[in-house]
């Protein structure tokens, strides 16, 4: 207990009144990089198009910021650091939607994103290049291991710790909060399930507290959270836990971005803030032997699935399948001698169903081994969803429509099943877990979500 109180707990400082003002210009993400064909979503709406939820800060016409020095008059002089940040993220946003127009390509020594797995591929490489040249990363130090700054690496939720070691050294990391697009909280709700939860102890206000303690904290000892009310912090988390912890701090889970695994819309999951984080599974700490298989025509399985029955898609995955069909490999074990992943590799679609929870690393394991994801997911936002056309590299299945699998596998034409394949080799590239990270992997496409829902928020000092 004495640990746990020297790691966790601070003094409780009441949230102060609010400094500044949040203007939302944009609701809808999802929509940021629409095919060409349509309007891109950047040319923002009026209050009178787009009313904001109860709540929220209404949204307005977009302006370009008028800055003003010191004395309140416009020149080239001294400007405020905020009004300079903002007046930076108005000019992105302004050559984002110029890239989009002019359909121009650019130049990129390491990759160009191309083809139909991007909505806008034009749109999404000027916005990542922006991001490079400007975005800043704060991180608060404040709090101690293991509760802060750490979680492990190892084991099906590794993914967080890699990722928030990632951004304690990342290149977009700030020390000068001034200068800062958004500010991380480096909370760990794996750690908190480990060193803080006491087994059979249902009540949830423990755990709840320690996120509640710290962002009390940090508001109390900078302006920042106050300034915005949290929409420009955030977290990220893994564990299934996330959305229930992050729920006992009110802003925190309303406005805030929260970077999860468990991205459940039934479960408050925001797609208009929030970002998926795709579940990854590394056995030995890195990618080493996961990427690469056989071409299709040496896939001799239809479908493949093994993994215990936890939750009622799967109970309705094993009932209707389990042990019925030679085409429709579906095991809760494995039988002796047979390779998990030989058998990604033999198979032409994998089928990824939520557990207990949406998050599953199986997504990614068929991304890794060319093998088309089928989704079996009621509530999921997809990761990179406002980049990435899911549709072209994956299948969605209803839960009602489980009894229909294979009839709905084998009705994709070979044609269209080999374009999904070869797209699906072609993204994988932002799955990847990179040690040092690597432009456009997955630690990059996580800080450019997070990157696209700041652009897409304008704050002001009041």
């Not at 679609?349 to 890794?368: H, K, N, Q, T």
Request: charged share 20%; proline share 7%; aromatic share 12%.
């Amino acid at each position: 207990m004495e640990l746990q109180n020297k790691l966790v707990y601070f003094v409780v400082v009441p949230l102060i009144l609010v400094s500044g003002l949040v203007v939302i210009v944009n609701q809808k993400p999802s929509d940021w990089f629409w095919t060409s064909s349509r309007v891109y979503s950047w040319q923002y709406k009026s209050s009178a198009a787009a009313q904001p939820p109860p709540g929220r800060p209404e949204a307005v016409e977009e302006q370009q910021p008028v800055l003003k020095n010191e004395e309140g008059k416009t020149g080239r002089k001294k400007y405020r650091n905020l009004e300079q940040l903002e007046a930076g993220l108005a000019h992105s946003r302004s050559t984002i939607r110029e890239a989009q127009q002019k359909n121009e390509i650019l130049d990129d020594p390491d990759y160009v994103p191309n083809g139909p797995m991007y909505w806008n591929p034009n749109a999404f490489h000027r916005s990542f290049l922006e991001m490079e040249k400007k975005f800043k990363v704060y991180v608060y130090e404040d709090g101690e291991p293991p509760i802060f700054h750490y979680s492990s690496m190892q084991g099906i939720l590794g993914i967080e710790g890699i990722l928030i070691n990632h951004i304690e050294i990342s290149k977009f990391r700030t020390k000068n909060p001034e200068k800062a697009h958004v500010y991380f909280l480096p909370i760990s709700v794996l750690s908190i399930s480990h060193f803080v939860y006491v087994i059979h102890n249902r009540a949830w206000t423990p755990l709840q507290n320690v996120a509640a303690d710290y962002v009390n904290h940090i508001a109390g000892k900078y302006p920042y959270w106050n300034r915005s009310l949290g929409y420009d912090h955030f977290m990220l988390a893994c564990h299934d836990w996330a959305p229930t912890i992050s729920y006992g701090v009110p802003y925190l889970f309303k406005n805030s971005i929260r970077v999860l695994c468990n991205a459940n819309t039934s479960e408050g999951f925001n797609i208009s803030k929030d970002v998926s984080l795709p579940e990854i599974y590394l056995p030995r700490g890195n990618m080493d032997g996961l990427i690469g298989g056989p071409p299709p025509s040496k896939r001799s399985i239809l479908v493949f699935y093994s993994g215990g029955i936890h939750g009622y898609i799967r109970e309705m995955l094993m009932k209707e399948w389990k042990n019925k069909d030679p085409d429709v490999q579906i095991h809760e074990y494995l039988p002796k001698g047979m390779s998990y992943y030989d058998m990604f590799r033999k198979s032409k679609y994998c089928i990824c169903p939520s557990g207990w929870e949406v998050a599953s690393p199986r997504m990614v394991e068929g991304l890794y081994t060319g093998c088309v994801p089928v989704l079996l997911k009621d509530h999921y936002a997809k990761p990179f969803s406002d980049v990435l056309d899911w549709s072209t590299f994956s299948v969605d299945v209803s839960v009602k429509d489980i009894p229909n699998l294979k009839k709905i596998l084998t009705a994709i034409p070979q044609e269209q099943y080999i374009k999904m394949q070869r797209a699906g080799i072609l993204v994988r590239r932002h799955f990847e877990v990179n040690i040092p990270p690597k432009r456009y992997d997955v630690f990059h496409m996580i800080l450019h979500s997070v990157w696209l829902r700041r652009l897409n928020i304008q704050i002001r000092d009041t």
